[in-house]
């Protein structure tokens, strides 16, 4: 049987990080909570099999950021319902801010921005998270960034 | 970790971001985990089984080879011979025997789609368990013989027994004869007893249809299984019968003696209460057993390795028959009758004798 213990252990210490990893992707917390979900079920289905905490990241992130790509492409309307739900979701303005200029990046280029800059991936790591070359990361990541610099302006940039 | 990292830009985002405190969902996650993983394995097996399966069915059609259509096909069966095969009308059938025997099995049976006789040495053409001799064969022609194994003691170890309707692989190949017609053989064990030899010729220059007519003869022996034959005209059902209790030399024995009393007084009831359901009722099928003065009962044990018995009624019930010698007091073994009872739940059963 597998290790329980050791699982619930791994839940606790990365459920946050992925939940909000995953939020920053989609722009829905409910979905986001949702995809975290899925994606530790499918690592319990495998836990035993992936052996060592390391690989268990990886595949939780990997498995998420699928799933992610999975309910944005299936459902249209999710990024729209998305930047309805923002109000909810943040009562400060940065964070309203924040989550109109993600929604207005492409979905690759949020995933890259979100997993190298806010969860600080390398290129190499990102590209295997995403099933795509460095070179391609470091393109999404550079037109992220230039994008989320150009809506949220130096005001905020200097101001964070 | 990132060494080119944007930090303002991770700042940015860690700020709409940080303040998101999950739900724990840890039950739902380890209850959807387990199904998931239940469901992988499930998938696992149930496609391992699939797959070996149609590897195992691909195996055994291939292995048997098309379906050879034997309608219009003559059938060989001699007077009591036990077996059977059948064969393409135009081909030939050569008689050797009909009495020789091997197992309960009589005769023996050369067909050839070409024109050729089998003979021994001695240019005999009536020994089943001779030699042939092949010279002269037809490049194409292809023949089977099917004959008596005859009595092999102890030189050979025992093999399973062969299973029907045979394929042509499961002949053997030989080395051949020397500018001759390829050569194959199949020993047939029945009931734990090499009782008959297939041989198959096939000449160098056999066509593919006379071959293939072969692999459906082949295909088309067949050995009668059916109980009772030989010694017996019936056999006990096994349906309730129990293994050997503590006691069945002394029991099976006494058993004997009051089947052996009540026959010589002639008390059908008396009878009925210690023959087996199996037998036919009365007095008159026993009317083989010597009741004279003077007999005693002697405990032979099982009749597990009786040659009568596994032939004539199969090995499950030779290992659940208990045997009773009945000696009638002569010096002459001929005259002593053999008893074969079970173990009923209501007692010892006589069902045969010999």
Known sequence: ?160 | MNEERDLVVAELLDRAARELVPEDRLGSVLRYGSRRRWKAWTGVTLALVLFLGAVGWAALVVGRGPRMDRSGWQTYSGPRTGWSLEYPPEWRVQVISETCETGGYRGAVAVTSVDFVFRNPDGRTDDCFGRWVLAGFPADGVAVLVHPAGIRPGLFGREPDTEFPLSFHDLTGTSGIRGGPREYYLPIWIAGEEVYFLRAWIGTGASEGDVAALRGLVASVTFDLRYPRGAFEWCPSLHDVSVFGPQPRRQATAAAEEFVEALRDGDEKRLAEVVDASAPVGLSPWAGVSTTAGWKARSRGPASGDGLVVFGCGRAVATSTWRVLLDDGTPSASLDTTLYLVQRPEGWKVWGAY
């Open chain 1, 1 to 160: 049987m597998p290790d329980a213990a050791a699982f619930e252990g791994f839940y606790r210490e990365h459920l946050a990080r992925i939940v909000r990893a995953c939020f920053l992707v989609t722009l829905d917390r409910q979905v986001a909570e949702d995809v975290a979900a899925e994606a530790f079920a499918r690592l319990w289905s495998r836990w035993g099999v992936i052996v060592s905490e390391d690989h268990a990241g990886g595949f939780v992130f990997k498995t998420a950021m699928r799933l992610c790509t999975r309910e944005l492409r299936g459902n249209r309307s999710g990024l729209a319902a998305a930047v309805g739900h923002r109000d909810q979701l943040d009562e400060a303005m940065v964070r309203r801010d924040v989550t109109d200029a993600l929604a207005r990046l492409p979905l690759r280029q949020r995933q890259a921005v979100v997993l190298g800059d806010w969860a600080g991936f390398g290129t190499r790591e990102v590209a295997r998270l995403l099933g795509t070359r460095e070179s391609t990361v470091r393109v999404h990541l550079a037109r992220g960034r230039a994008a989320l610099r150009a809506t949220l302006g130096e005001r905020q940039v200097d101001d964070g």
